[in-house]
T-cell receptor
Framework: GESVGLHLPTLSVQEGDNSIINCAYS??????FIWYKQESGKGPQFIID?????DKRQGQRVTVLLNKTVKHLSLQIAATQPGDSAVYFC???????????FGTGTRLQVFP | GAVVSQHPSWVICKSGTSVKIECRSL??????MFWYRQFPKQSLMLMAT?????????EQGVEKDKFLINHASLTLSTLTVTSAHPEDSSFYIC?????????FGPGTRLTVT
């Protein structure tokens, strides 16, 4: 299930299930979106990206969906594994800038 | 390719002292580097944009006299936390830009006692 902690929402899933992590972005002028995975004590690791002219993009075991109408982004992880346990952040980038704005993040916990 | 390193990975300093954190792009040249701060259980907050050969651009609310940024070469940017206080304790992360993509360093944990 999904719960909201003091700062970081947590999603708990069973190993082998699919995970869906959601993100609401802030700026309708953003034209590029990225999902990052961050393990404890480490920097963000690129997972997958999508441009605003697309609504879906698939990678290996991961899929990103973009709904520009409601400014919503989701990350789907198929067959979630213990190694997927981490904090996941979405980030948005506006046209004509290299600056990234990060979302609040979701902690994914995978239990056996 | 596109590896970014940070040094040190962790540092403990006394209140009132200054500490320097280095960010290096190891296998590419980066005109632009970014510095972020991350408090426990929170997201990454952009502090400043560091451009090689020019002054850094700071985000609103970030004290430029306290967080000194130098970007003297295309592979190195440094962040100096001056007169550090316990509230500056945080995880500092840099990124370097290549072809408009940001590549992140592993972060530096700063603890001010």
């Amino acid at each position: 299930g999904e719960s909201v902690g003091l700062h970081l929402p947590t999603l708990s899933v069973q190993e082998g299930d699919n995970s869906i992590i959601n993100c609401a972005y802030s700026n309708s002028a953003s034209d590029y979106f990225i999902w990052y995975k961050q393990e404890s004590g480490k920097g963000p690791q690129f997972i997958i990206d999508i441009r605003s002219n697309m609504d879906k993009r698939q990678g290996q075991r991961v899929t990103v969906l973009l709904n520009k109408t409601v400014k919503h982004l989701s990350l789907q992880i198929a067959a979630t594994q213990p190694g997927d346990s981490a904090v996941y952040f979405c980030a948005e980038k506006m046209e004509d800038t290299d600056k990234l704005i990060f979302g609040t993040g979701t902690r994914l916990q995978v239990f056996p | 390719g596109a590896v970014v390193s940070q040094h040190p990975s962790w540092v403990i300093c006394k209140s009132g002292t200054s500490v320097k954190i280095e960010c290096r792009s190891l296998d590419f040249q980066a005109t632009t580097m970014f510095w972020y701060r991350q408090f426990p259980k929170q997201s990454l907050m952009l502090m400043a944009t560091s451009n090689e050969g020019s002054k850094a651009t700071y985000e609103q609310g970030v004290e430029k006299d306290k967080f000194l940024i130098n970007h003297a070469s295309l592979t190195l940017s440094t962040l100096t936390v001056t007169s550090a206080h316990p509230e500056d304790s945080s995880f500092y992360i840099c990124s370097a830009t290549l072809a408009s993509e940001q590549y992140f360093g592993p972060g530096t944990r700063l603890t001010v006692t």
